[in-house]
């Protein structure tokens, strides 16, 4: 059978809709799929209706009820009294406001939690005046600004000491690793030169820097202070380093 | 279809509750073609009024024999928007479709990928908009058909032509629509 691009358009929603014969249903498809006008335009088609069947249905615009009835029934009587009430409660019970409704008061506990505001084990109702939940904010936002600090403080304090203590990498972890385990080879130019005048010098290096920390942190002086008086060629540098973090950790 | 003709009986004996069940039921479905057909929310709002009035006027003339309440209804609804049609027509402006279609913003060169609901969005109001610039003869058979998913007999009532008209007129309309949303850049994916 000879179809034609004509025929393709002609009979496009009898072959969507399964009306063609089985005769006219091979003729099309043999058509379209050799024909660069009909492939595309087929495809198009499907799309569209796809698309057609795909576009969502609107809600009624809530008013429009109302003015169809208004307009055809007349202006309908005023309900007063008990039935106002009841109609004005049932107002809230639509999903929309419930939803809203619920996400406002989780906010509201939330907020009232996270400022500690309320003591959940022996709630109060004085815990919800206003002067008491913005002085128990207040005084939440300022605890945790000052831990905050302290915290920041600290990591400084740890992290100096630790930065100075690295800035020699070649320093043995231990008192029997302090002697070189291969013999420094003739001719080596790179500075790893005998390791005990080079420990000891860097021992003192430290204690010195130790001193000066612990003239700049008051708090640290006594724990440096040992550390500082003659003791640091037993300890490593490592383990200086984890003593006095340890410590400030602990405090 | 049974408790529409019902409800339309009790209508006509003065039974208010029974109009306003009908306006419930109906009125939903409507207010979409209304929109599908103008594509402006406010008109199909007037309009959707409009139907009802005349509805609620002329309801002592609907016979259940003749068909539903529902293709009755629409059948209104179609006159009604054929009216606004030619009512407006000189009113508005007649724009090429070069000047009045968006044209699909090239994704690749944007650089940005907007999620799927936002495409959806974006393919629903290029429908809209090409279903706008159909002739109404075509628009409301392609409404008809593929929107409110009516059966041939039921257009072939609605429209008041041989259903050899409403095959003929869907499918025109199907395939000018594809060559709309083409022409403004909407490819099958």
């Known amino acids: 059978m000879n179809w034609t691009c004509e025929q393709t358009e002609l009979l496009l929603t009898d072959y969507l809709d399964g009306l063609l014969t089985a005769d006219e249903q091979r003729a099309f498809d043999l058509h379209v799929n050799s024909c660069e006008r009909c492939t595309p335009l087929v495809s198009s088609v499907v799309h569209t209706m796809s698309s057609l069947r795909a576009l969502p249905e609107l809600e009624t615009p809530p008013r429009l009820v109302y003015n169809i009835l208004d307009a055809t029934l007349g202006p309908r009587d005023k309900v007063t009294g008990w039935a106002a009430f009841l109609a004005w409660v049932r107002g809230f019970a639509s999903p929309k406001f419930a939803y809203g409704a619920v996400s406002v008061a989780a906010t509201f506990l939330m907020v009232l939690t996270v400022s500690g505001s309320i003591n959940w084990k022996k709630p109060r109702l004085a815990d919800l005046a206003p002067s008491n939940i913005y002085r128990n904010t207040n005084r939440q936002a300022h605890l945790a600004y000052a831990r905050g600090t302290k915290y920041v403080s600290d990591l400084r304090v740890v992290y100096e000491i630790q930065s100075r203590l690295r800035q020699d990498n070649d320093l043995p972890t231990n008192r029997e690793n302090a002697t070189p385990e291969s013999k420094p080879q003739p001719g080596r130019t790179d500075g790893s030169g005998p390791a005990a005048p080079r420990q000891q010098n860097r021992a003192n290096d430290v204690s010195s820097q130790l001193q000066v920390l612990a003239e700049e942190v008051p708090l640290l002086s006594g724990k440096l202070s040992l550390v500082s008086s003659g003791r640091l060629d037993f300890i490593t540098g490592g383990k200086l380093g984890f003593a006095i973090g340890g410590k400030l950790g602990v405090r | ?189």
């Open chain 2, 1 to 189: 279809m049974e408790q529409d003709a019902q409800l339309v009986q009790q209508c006509l004996q003065g039974d208010g509750s029974a109009w306003e069940e009908l306006v419930r039921r109906h009125s939903r479905r409507i207010f979409n073609i209304c929109y599908r057909f103008t594509g402006n929310r406010t008109e199909a709002e007037d309009l959707s009024q409009d139907v009802f009035l005349r509805v609620y006027r002329t309801l002592a003339s609907y016979r259940s024999a003749h068909g539903g309440f529902a293709t009755w209804m629409t059948s209104v609804t179609r006159n009604l928007l054929i009216d606004h049609y030619r009512r407006t027509k000189r009113d508005r402006v007649t724009d090429s479709l070069d000047d009045k279609m968006p044209v699909v913003e090239n994704k690749e060169s944007s650089g940005r990928r907007p999620d799927e609901q936002a495409l959806l969005g974006e393919l629903s109001a290029q429908v809209q908009n090409a279903l706008t610039h159909l002739s109404p003869e075509l628009r409301e058979a392609v409404i008809l058909r593929d929107l409110q998913q009516l059966e041939y007999s039921e257009i072939q009532a609605v429209l008041a032509v041989p259903e050899g008209t409403v095959k003929s007129r869907i499918n025109r309309g199907r395939i000018e629509l594809a060559r709309i949303l083409q022409h403004m850049g909407v490819r099958p994916s």
